[in-house]
């Protein structure tokens, strides 16, 4: 009776997002409602609604901001960097963006950042979304730099969150990557300026002596080194294609937790077992995107099965759905995948 309650509940809560999609009524911090439940219970659509997808962005990254005012990589951070791959379906939400930019120019100044991370990752993701929509370097994204520089220990590394929540919370090889790939995003030629080229160094001395500790952290630093030079050779670039190629599940899918193995991360806090073998939003939508990058052709056969796999598995929200790695309570994963689902989608358009 209780997962049939569960069930209705997000069948009822589905409806009125499909409803508000087809009235085109936009979603803002002053009518954002509640995203229904992430479970593994919410039916799959069977056919891709990029319309819903967009909706489901908005709705998941200002009802996070709203309620938790606070920014993670896995919702509204992530949403910067995917939301304008579905800017002819209707335009981002300009409020997730100027809560970042509050956050720099406001908070950080009273109060300073609560941690090097939260830095971090905002520089990196407002320097990608100021690629992806402006093409200029956003005097605010700068500001952002300048501080994350500041943070910037001797070794080229930050300190980070390793809080045990693979794959972005668990280890700082993942924010020097992706500081590393924020700096090679940011429009203008900034990574080759006077201010950054010290950070830059830095940045890649520390990725040159900390090798990746997951598969993962890998394809990440394949996806840096096509936006910053000297982070990864030929055979290397290479290796990492080949080793996620050979995970691709017979669906045309990939499982999240087969990119997780090799270090403590891979365990779960409720010691139940990983899901391996069963295709997820952020496994498949997270390396369909990689290839891409990394120069797989959008007409190759992995990627074409892939992107089937993405279509055929959209849920009745609008997201892709992925299981926590660490514990079946919060699958908040469910966000970024849907983030690299939309960004796959649109890599590898025609």
Known sequence: MIRFRNLLVVLLAVFSLEVLAEEGERVTLDNVEKPPELSPEEPVRGK??????????????????????????????????????????????????????????????????????????????????????????NPVTRKAFKRMWGLQRKDGGWDWLECGWPPM????????????????????????????????EGIRRYLLKN?????????????????LGGLMGKKDHASVISALSALQRPDGGWAM??????????????????????????????????????????SDDRLKKAIAWLKRNQRESGRWFTRSPTRDSKHFISNAGTAFAVMAIEACLP
């Open 211 to 227: 090798p990746p500790p997951s598969l993962h952290h890998r394809a990440m630093l394949l996806w840096a080194s096509t936006r």
């Open 169 to 200: 919370e668990s280890d700082a090889h993942y924010g020097v990557t992706l500081a590393a790939l924020g700096v090679g995003m940011a429009p203008g030629g900034y990574a080759g300026s006077d201010e950054a080229k010290a950070g830059v």
């Open 48 to 137: 891709f609604s990029a319309q819903l997808a967009a909706r489901y962005l908005d709705t998941s990254a200002l009802h996070w901001q709203k309620q938790r005012k606070c920014g993670t990589c896995h919702t509204n951070f992530a949403y910067l960097m995917a939301r304008p791959a579905l800017k002819s379906i209707s335009p981002p939400s300009q409020e997730v963006r100027k809560f970042f930019e509050s956050m720099v120019e406001e908070r950080w100044e009273s109060q300073g950042p609560r941690w090097d991370a939260e830095v971090v990752v905002t520089a990196s993701l407002l320097a990608a979304n100021d690629r992806l929509t402006t093409g200029k370097l």
């Open 257 to 298: 937790a087969s990119l997780l193995e090799g270090w403590d991360g891979h365990k779960r806090k409720d010691d139940k077992k990983q899901e391996l073998e069963k295709s997820d939003g952020y496994g498949t939508g997270f390396v369909a995107y990689v290839l891409r990058q990394g120069g797989v052709p959008a």
